[in-house]
Each structure stands twice: as structure tokens, then as C-alpha cells.
């Protein structure tokens, strides 16, 4: 039985950010796109196709949170990895409590990522 390739979207206004952690991911099997703002990642007809989303709580436009307030409205929810150079510990309660898997701190170690998205997309 062939094992499905899992898909993770990266939503980032950092560009670096958007051509280094796709790398990274790939490296360790997974499918990767990268969205430059929550915008550009609802206006993609296919972002149901994703098994994850690595989501910035800081963007122009529609932050993180709001991006995934609006997924669950739709009833398009994923398991959300929040990434952010700067939450305070608030924050990173009050997003794990409404569901987030984890809230990464940048700079944040390919382990921390990998433990990330192994809670969020349990082998099976």
C-alpha cells in the first residue's frame, strides 16, 4: 500500500521564510506551498488538498488568527502550526487553547518543527 505524501501549506509575508522552512519540509517528505499572505492562501481553489498549515500570526492584511477564525467559520479547519517572532506567552495560550498544535517562536529548531508536525499529522 503506497503512503499519501502529506501536504503542508506555509502562510508567511516573509519571503525568507517562504523559500527556507519549504526546504526544510521537504527534507523531512513533505509536500510544501508557500502563500505570501492569508489572503492569497483563501483565494487558492485547492487549499483543502492541504493536511497542515504553518501560519505567521503577524501579516499586513488578515493576521494568522483571523485567517484561522475564517477557515473554521467555513468549516475548513486544519491542524494549525502558529510560527511568530515575538508572541508573549498569552498569546501562545490563548491560540493553543482554541486548537492550535503548537506556537513556534522564530528562530525555532528543525526538531521543534518536526515534533510540531508529528503531533499534527500522526503516522497512519
Do not use: W
Not at 523559500?19 to 487549499?47: C, I
Not at 497542515?52 to 491542524?79: H, K, N
Amino acid at each position: 500500500m503506497k503512503r499519501v505524501q502529506r501536504r503542508v501549506a506555509v502562510i508567511d509575508d516573509d519571503e525568507s521564510v517562504r523559500e527556507s522552512l519549504p526546504d526544510l519540509l521537504r527534507q523531512f517528505g513533505y509536500a510544501v506551498m508557500a502563500f505570501g499572505s492569508a489572503e492569497e492562501f483563501l483565494g487558492f481553489e485547492r487549499r483543502l488538498d492541504f493536511h497542515c498549515l504553518i501560519l505567521d500570526i503577524a501579516m499586513p492584511g488578515m493576521s494568522g488568527p483571523e485567517l484561522y477564525r475564517e477557515l473554521e467559520t467555513r468549516g475548513e479547519s486544519l491542524p494549525v502550526i502558529f510560527i511568530t517572532g515575538h508572541a508573549d506567552t498569552d498569546t501562545r495560550s490563548t491560540l493553543r487553547n482554541k486548537g492550535a498544535i503548537d506556537v513556534l517562536i522564530k528562530p525555532f529548531s528543525a526538531e521543534e518543527l518536526l515534533s510540531a508536525l508529528e503531533t499534527a499529522l500522526p503516522p497512519g
